[in-house]
């Protein structure tokens, strides 16, 4: 089968399609014949890291240990294990592989898949498990969102950012996307009540205040962030532009206290549970995934290359067909 193989750190050009030996399923796991799988900046960065960056993730000192990318993915299930009770073949399903989503095939356990709506495509459902479940863990668990409420997205147009505008607003949000000016369109079509252009406006000096900002950049100060909070306010942040930045929220933030307003992070765990919520969610119209651009398997550089601009919106996603 083949796959993309990343053999050593670098930039997008070093990752590359090989002839790999297909997988077979043990009694616990399914096999499942990719059809689409999306890209995260998670594994840009890996694929990057400098050498600290490299003995904290354990991702391999000289090279990575792990050759084949890749997380998230969507196709239908070829074989599964004697144990598996869950799926049949020719389920079509969706989830994510800790690593090596971007293969022709894939063996995973039951846990970090679901069964893929019917109103969706391959495409669509590949760009679903992290992002989206990042986007809802981070507003339900983190932030306990609640109808009504004032809610704020940073970086609003991007992977988690399209996921996040959609499901606060199916929690009964008041909704403001914060974006570029290129993306106020597609903010506002996701339902956003507000949308705010961070290169005319700047939502923490406009007086402003929310009771929930999910912060998908990380460019913003601890200050920042808490000028833009409501008392009792929290603020998530998904991603971090810098280490000092990292310091400042993570461990600064622990010892402000402020109205009671609360700085704190997010990792996102892929459960079962959860992809069925979201897979009710885009069943109902209430959640639809944005993909802007679908490439071919001999493409996966290039769409590495746009990732890495930061200029991308939704999610982007290569194609096994």
């Known amino acids: 089968m083949k796959a993309v193989v990343c053999t050593r750190y670098g930039p997008p050009e070093v990752l590359h399609i090989q002839d790999v030996e297909k997988p077979s399923p043990n009694d616990v796991q399914v096999l499942v014949r990719v059809h689409a799988a999306s890209l995260n900046p998670a594994e840009a960065h890996m694929r990057k890291s400098k050498l600290i960056g490299r003995i904290i993730l354990g991702t391999g000192l000289v090279r990575p240990k792990n050759p084949i990318i890749g997380a998230d993915f969507a196709g239908q299930v070829e074989a599964v294990g004697r144990n598996v009770t869950g799926l049949k073949p020719g389920d079509q399903v969706f989830g994510r592989k800790s690593q090596g989503g971007f293969a022709e095939y894939v063996c995973v356990t039951e846990k970090p898949i679901g069964l893929k709506p019917a109103n969706i495509s391959f495409e669509q459902a590949s760009a679903v498990p992290v992002a989206a479940i990042t986007a809802l863990q981070s507003l339900r668990d983190r932030g306990q969102v609640q109808p009504g409420q004032k809610v704020l997205i940073h970086g609003a ?69 808490l000028r833009a909070l409501n008392p009792n306010g929290i603020c998530v942040g998904i991603g971090y532009t810098s280490m000092s930045l990292v310091l400042q929220h993570f461990v600064l933030g622990r010892f402000v206290k402020t109205e009671n307003k609360k700085i704190g992070g997010m990792l996102a765990r892929i459960t079962k549970e959860d992809l069925t919520v979201l897979k009710e969610m885009m069943e109902k119209g209430q959640v639809v995934p944005f993909v802007e651009k679908c490439y071919p398997l001999n493409q996966v550089s290039e769409a590495y290359r746009y990732l890495e601009t930061k200029h991308a919106s939704g999610k982007l996603v290569v194609t096994f067909e």
């Open 157 to 225: 147009a991007g992977g988690v950012g399209t996921f996040a505008v959609q499901i606060a607003k199916a929690f009964g949000a008041d909704v403001t996307g914060v974006c570029s000016s290129k993306n106020l369109k597609l903010v506002r079509s996701l339902g956003a009540d507000r949308v705010i252009d961070y290169t005319r406006d700047d939502f923490t000096r406009n007086g402003q205040q929310y009771d929930v900002i999910i912060d998908n950049v990380g460019n913003r100060s601890l200050a920042d962030c």
